[in-house]
């Protein structure tokens, strides 16, 4: 403060010295003659506070308003509406992959049940086809030995039948043999006769 | 030396009317202009920026967006979510010492915030609002800024006057820093870019001589660029913290 009102005595020397002596002093040291144009230091001349204070409030005032009211909670909410949004596609997203990977752990499952009941059936008719071919082979075996065991008997009674009529036929020849040699035989006797032969 | 030559490097600083409103009224002046300019540029450039509400934003809305939301990272991590009442506040501060520190930038700009008063009174602000919204929040509580926690009893009436006297100081040095740097970046700028013109009034020497402080000129405007946007950054982080004291004052 000292140095401003040095400077505003010094100005005020210096109008009211002759102008002879102003130019000699302006010639001589520039800050004399600096102060002399221009008064004081502009920034510390007090003549001009109260129109810089006034400008300051208006424009800073304004400024403020401006940036409270309409600015600054513009650029909020584009900066929250851009926020919410990235969030909510996030969220949107995740809940996608969520049902994605539900989707495709349902489609395992029912890939993995599917391939089951293939097996199954696969296993059940392999079985079955199993059990039909036992079955029939079981019949068709169990036919042949009836048929073989009909068949044997049967040959054992034509046997016994052809060696029950041996005897007769054997009587019979001998009669014929006997008569055509002897003129005459007794079937009982020839009867005796073979009996006695098949007997030896 | 011819006149052209001469180098004034206080003249930027000079306030000029350039519209007056009848006789010894409110003027409009060049600072004026400036403040004016200022604001209508950060609020023309956010709301048209803004306005297509674009979820994808392009460039210039992503600008707008950056913008908002460094400057909403810097109150609630120094203020928390409960300082974000001012986030308004701070952004306002922020982008106004920031485009008219950056308009200082442009040669033959009046810069406003090389203007003590200005900064003080932007600062004066910030105390003003610390201590209404400190006292109205928290009533004599808001006493307790003074008396550090876990700070035996003893040594308080050291502590104490320490406390108050920085509080005090707060809202000094928040608009010399910010002042200081301006002007100072600012004379420099001018009295390098002189000495370029002085030598190049030498002839063939004098030129070899400029390059020098052309060196040096460019190099200074890429540091002031450097310095408006480092400047209007530690203003608005410096509001944040004081406003964080007016929340929570018990340190």
Do not use: C
């Not at chain 1, 800073?60 to 600054?72: I, Q």
């Not at chain 2, 004026?32 to 803004?50: C, G, K, N, P």
């Amino acid at each position: 403060m000292a140095a401003v009102t040095d400077n505003i005595i010094l100005v005020a020397e210096a109008d009211t010295a002759p102008a002879t002596d102003a130019a000699a002093v302006t010639e001589t040291g520039t800050e004399i003659h600096a102060a002399a144009e221009h008064e004081v230091f502009p920034p510390f001349d007090p003549s001009s506070f109260g129109g810089q204070l006034l400008w300051l409030a208006i424009t800073f005032g304004a400024l403020y308003l401006l940036m409270s009211r309409v600015a600054l909670p513009r650029i909020g909410s584009i900066i929250d509406t851009r926020r919410t949004r990235i969030d909510g596609d996030l969220r949107e997203a995740e809940r996608l992959r969520q049902e994605t990977e539900k989707a495709a752990a349902a489609y395992e499952a029912a890939l993995a049940e599917a391939r089951r009941n293939a097996h199954a059936i696969a296993e059940e008719t392999r079985s079955g086809i199993k059990a039909d071919i036992d079955n029939r082979r079981a019949d068709v075996e169990g036919q042949l030995a009836k048929r073989m065991s009909e068949a044997e008997a049967r040959i054992r009674t034509e046997k016994d039948k052809a060696l029950a009529n041996v005897g007769a036929i054997a009587a019979e020849t001998a009669v014929m043999l006997v008569s055509r040699i002897s003129g005459s035989a007794s079937v009982e006797d020839a009867k005796k006769a073979v009996a006695a032969v098949t007997k030896e | 030396m011819a006149d052209p030559n001469k180098v004034d490097p206080i003249h930027q600083f000079q306030i000029t009317n350039i519209v007056q409103f009848g006789d010894g009224g409110l003027a409009l002046t060049n600072s004026a202009l400036f403040m004016v300019l200022t604001v209508a540029v950060i609020a023309v450039y956010l709301l048209l920026s803004t306005q297509k509400r674009s979820i994808v934003p392009n460039r210039v809305q992503l600008i707008s967006e950056m913008l908002y939301e460094f400057v909403a990272k810097m109150v609630s991590d120094s203020a928390g979510t409960a300082g974000m009442k001012f986030f308004p506040f701070v952004f306002s501060l922020f982008m106004f010492v920031l485009v008219a520190n950056m308009f200082g930038m442009i040669p033959l700009f009046f810069t406003v915030t090389s203007h003590i008063i200005i900064t003080f009174a932007l600062a004066m602000l910030v105390f003003g609002v610390v201590i209404v919204y400190g006292f109205m929040k928290n009533g004599p509580k808001f006493l307790k800024l003074f008396v550090p926690s876990g700070v035996p009893g003893y040594v308080l009436p050291i502590v104490v006057p320490i406390e108050v006297v920085s509080f005090l100081s707060r809202p000094i040095s928040l608009s010399v820093r910010l002042f200081a740097n301006i002007l100072a970046g600012h004379i420099t700028l001018k009295v390098f870019a002189g000495f370029i013109v002085t030598l190049g009034g030498l002839g063939f020497l004098g030129w070899l001589g400029a390059l020098l402080p052309l060196v040096m000129t460019v190099a200074i405007t890429a540091l002031e660029f450097l310095v408006a946007a480092l400047q209007a950054y530690v203003f608005a982080v410096l509001t944040s913290m004081y406003i964080n004291d007016a929340i929570h004052p018990s340190h």
